[in-house]
T-cell receptor
Framework: DAGVIQSPRHEVTEMGQEVTLRCKPISGHNSLFWYRQTMMRGLELLIYFNNNVPIDDSGMPEDRFSAKMPNASFSTLKIQPSEPRDSAVYFC???????????????????FGPGTRLTVT | QQPVQSPQAVILREGEDAVINCSSSKALYSVHWYRQKHGEAPVFLMILLKGGEQKGHEKISASFNEKKQQSSLYLTASQLSYSGTYFCGTETGNFGNEKLTFGTGTRLTIIP
């Protein structure tokens, strides 16, 4: 299996530029998560989708951040405009989850992609 | 609310045991444990579900005390490959909603 695929692996950009991070989840998974990891704040959930629908975006820090999942095999996280404090490693993770709204509960694990290291200068 | 992990860091000799604790201020539905090696992505270790169900992939064990809102990860006869940062991720509420809040991590170093 290919696992979760993220691109680019490294991104260096100047303050004010638009940054787009991409994620391809594992085939068959129906939940997708975007995390940000920094030394100061640790691993934070930004947003997650279930069946391509955003379920919780309360972790998105500001309106400069937006995420989309146009289909089951692709998601983007966009930062516009970028700022130096956005520098972090951004992880995408996917899992198979039951119906959140009343379906039987089964166990799941989140499979993380390799991450995108973003540096904003 | 971010769960609190303890200790923050621990150094062990190969073959020694370690316990990593995770405490939450909220009622827990499940606790997930992940290990992250430097420069790599977190890797799933184990899930403990409310009601006692436990699922994992490696020869590690863990406990989940729902009343105390705590979980502990037990690493016995540690190997060099156990080195890394361990994170607990907690899912709160009565029914769960997939949303994990991760602790600050425990850095484990195993020396020969």
């Amino acid at each position: 299996d290919a696992g979760v695929i993220q691109s680019p692996r490294h991104e260096v950009t100047e303050m004010g530029q638009e940054v787009t991070l991409r994620c391809k989840p594992i085939s068959g998974h129906n939940s997708l998560f975007w995390y940000r990891q920094t030394m100061m704040r640790g691993l934070e959930l930004l947003i997650y989708f279930n069946n391509n629908v955003p379920i919780d975006d309360s972790g998105m820090p500001e309106d400069r951040f937006s995420a989309k999942m146009p289909n089951a095999s692709f998601s983007t996280l966009k930062i516009q405009p970028s700022e130096p404090r956005d520098s972090a490693v951004y992880f995408c993770a996917s899992s198979f989850s039951p119906d959140l709204f009343g379906g039987p509960r089964v166990d799941y694990e989140q499979y993380f992609g390799p991450g995108t290291r973003l540096t904003v200068t | 609310q971010q769960p609190v992990q303890s200790p923050q860091a621990v150094i062990l000799r190969e073959g020694e045991d370690a316990v990593i604790n995770c405490s939450s201020s909220k009622a827990l539905y499940s606790v997930h444990w992940y290990r992250q090696k430097h420069g790599e992505a977190p890797v799933f270790l184990m899930i403990l579900l409310k009601g006692g169900e436990q699922k994992g992939h490696e020869k590690i064990s863990a406990s989940f005390n729902e009343k105390k809102q705590q979980s502990s990860l037990y690493l016995t006869a540690s190997q060099l490959s156990y080195s890394g940062t361990y994170f607990c991720g907690t899912e709160t509420g009565n029914f769960g909603n997939e949303k994990l809040t991760f602790g600050t991590g425990t850095r484990l170093t195993i020396i020969p």
